[in-house]
């Protein structure tokens, strides 16, 4: 067997949840009162034992005191937790189960199987559940009435909020491209809905599951505290019954009553931490990334200040995700006013992660570890990126740097009218506009970029994959940007499309002056279009010169290679693609 290394460990650790204080905390909690439900009537006494001592408080032989019978009520609380952990677990694995039978099973069949399922899920969420469970309750015969009884009773009136929830969210995960994919590569229906959806339902199946359990534990002990709960079976309801039976609140034996109570409201808190944190555990992507305070190390001002025309000053950048992918690595660029900037490199190279540090758009676990970006007003004033307040950022963003982001034309919210997603933006950063105002604005934005401005009563889908690109680039223009960073903003179109959009592009920043970052993997369309194209390769940029200058002239092996593989270009048709050298991604 291999050794596999010191490393080895640390993908394993990647995919585990990190720890948060409220999972430490929610785990402890319910670990200990599990760990006291299932172990401690192994050591407590019989809790039924009576004994002629009567009502005693806490001290000598009995812990926690005894009942008016003399019981002791430390066992008594070790039987009724295991009672109640015994019910909780009981109604929570039957009403999920319940819920995902009927919404998602019911949602993902659909048609007559869908609506059957969806009215007995109504019908059943009509129900008043509270006095159902008495009826129901009541109905059964005390000597019937035991734990898996209540239990059933419990779950069948308490799993339709849940299954409504589900199918809902199968509804829009049914439609999704991956398991549109699965059923078209013929998957069965089963498979489908347990390896391509229920996934996707964990974190509502846990915490649905986690809601299930607290709410029977307390629905329980408030049917115990009725008279009508589990006849035959301890809990920490029936020792709250009994304790209002005999008085205890009146009489101050505050050990009888308040130990059920807090245990309770224990376990209620520990499972309601723990589904705080079940998204965090099942969505990678939704993992808290702990913070390190560590203010980007701040460059020494730039000697002189830039020419005129330059727009944004990239110093020295440095993008990371967490400790181990270095994604930008020390660089420098310049965006000048009015001029394409063209970001060529292989996938994985750092372009986006880029592009979204120049607009500060990077989420954890990305963080800017070294570097400044200032953006150069018109009027003279600078503006430190990395440094803005996030009330000052937001405001800014859109206003100066706007974004057109990759595959943008599945970007617009499809419920929507085209013309209420550019009034949006509108009455967002500039509230002063009259609607007139607005909606004038908005026509104008379309006919930019070539779109009859009649769209703008269209929803998303009665467009084009193009004109909602357009729409999107009309958008990232609407408050005259002075730089927009376009994320390949034609990748998803034909290459007639593209070049059409492309010409507006170009029109547009003629007309209206503004600098433009471009990434692409289309060198072609890059020297076409750019005036300079900087080219990435494992988090730097190994080259940034005029596009002509690229092109006749390339200086870097990485750029000859990235040439080469383009026929048009230079007629030697493919030495990159055939050779398949390797070209080193970021680290
Ligand atoms: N959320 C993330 N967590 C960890 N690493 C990431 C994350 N996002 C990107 N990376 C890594 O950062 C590096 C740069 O990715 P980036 O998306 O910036 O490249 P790119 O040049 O834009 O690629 P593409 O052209 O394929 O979009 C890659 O190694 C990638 O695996």
Redesign the pocket.
């Known amino acids: 067997m291999t050794d596999p290394g010191p490393d080895s460990s640390a993908p394993r650790r990647a995919v585990l949840p990190r720890s948060s204080p409220k999972l430490v905390t929610g785990l402890a909690l319910i670990t200990a009162i599990i760990l006291f439900g299932v172990t401690g009537p192994l050591f407590a006494g019989d809790p039924d034992a009576i004994n002629d001592i009567g009502l005693t408080p806490p001290g000598g032989g009995h812990v926690l005191g005894t009942t008016q019978m003399g019981q002791d009520v430390l066992a008594q609380i070790a039987y009724a937790t295991r009672g109640s952990l015994y019910i909780g677990v009981l109604v929570g694995v039957m009403a999920t189960v319940l819920s995902a039978l009927f919404g998602i099973v019911g949602s993902y069949a659909g048609g007559v199987v869908d609506e059957a399922f969806s009215l007995f899920s109504n019908v059943m969420l009509v129900i008043p559940g509270l006095p159902l469970v008495i009826v129901i309750s009541a109905f059964v015969p005390p000597e019937q009435r035991g734990a898996w009884t209540i239990a059933v009773v419990l779950a069948i009136t308490g799993w339709a909020g849940s299954a409504r929830v589900l199918r809902a969210q199968t509804l829009t995960l049914r439609n999704r491209e991956y398991v549109l994919a699965a059923r078209v590569a013929g998957e069965p229906a089963w498979r489908i809905i347990t390896v391509e959806i229920l996934p996707n339902l964990l974190p509502l199946l846990a915490s649905q599951f986690v809601f299930s359990v607290i709410a029977a534990i307390l629905s329980e002990a408030g049917l115990s505290f009725l008279g009508l709960g589990a006849s035959n079976s301890s809990t920490l309801g029936t020792m709250l019954y009994y304790a209002q039976n005999g008085f205890a609140l009146q009489r101050g034996a505050w050990w009888w009553f308040a130990p059920p109570g807090l245990i309770i409201a224990l376990f209620g808190c520990g499972l309601a931490l723990i589904n705080f944190s079940i998204d965090e555990i099942t969505n990678p992507?939704l993992r808290a990334v702990p913070r390190r305070i560590r203010r980007p190390r701040r460059e020494p001002a730039p000697v002189g200040r830039p020419s005129q025309d330059v727009v944004v000053s990239v110093r020295n950048l440095s993008v990371t995700?967490?400790n181990?992918?270095r994604?930008?690595k020390d660089v420098s660029l310049e965006v000048r006013r009015g001029e394409i900037l063209g970001l060529a490199?292989?996938?994985?190279?750092?372009?986006?992660?880029?592009?979204?540090a120049i607009n500060r758009l990077h989420?954890p676990?990305?963080e800017v570890t070294a570097g400044s970006v200032t953006f150069h007003h018109r009027d003279g004033g600078d503006t430190d990126m990395l440094a803005l307040p996030s009330g000052e950022l937001r405001a800014f963003r859109w206003s100066q740097m706007s974004v057109v982001f990759?595959g943008a034309m599945n970007s617009l919210n499809p419920v929507m009218t085209i013309r209420a997603q550019l009034e949006d933006v509108l009455t967002t950063h500039r509230p002063q506009l009259s609607r007139s105002d607005r909606r004038a604005r908005c026509a104008r934005a379309l006919e930019l970029v070539g779109v009859d401005p009649a769209r703008l009563r269209s929803y998303p889908h009665e467009l084009s994959g193009g004109m909602r690109q357009r729409v999107m680039i009309a958008m990232a223009m609407l408050l005259d940007p002075q730089v927009m960073i376009m994320?390949?903003p034609t990748s998803a179109l034909d290459v007639v499309v593209q070049r059409g959009i492309l010409r507006e592009i170009l029109r547009l920043r003629d007309e209206l002056g503004f600098g433009i970052v471009l990434?692409t993997?289309d060198l072609p369309l890059l020297l076409e279009v750019s005036d300079r194209i900087a080219v990435?390769l494992g988090?730097e940029i190994v080259e940034c010169a005029a596009a002509e200058e690229i092109l006749a002239r390339p200086r870097h092996p990485y750029t000859r290679r990235l040439l080469e593989s383009f026929p048009s270009l230079t007629g030697e048709r493919g030495a990159f693609v055939r050779t398949g050298e390797a070209t080193g991604?970021?680290?």
């Not at 490199?345 to 979204?356: D, I, N, P, Q, V």
């Open positions: 992507k995700y967490g181990t992918v994604a930008v490199g292989e996938s994985g190279s750092g372009k986006t992660t880029l592009a979204y989420r676990p990305a990759q994320d390949e990434i993997h990435m988090g991604g970021a680290r």
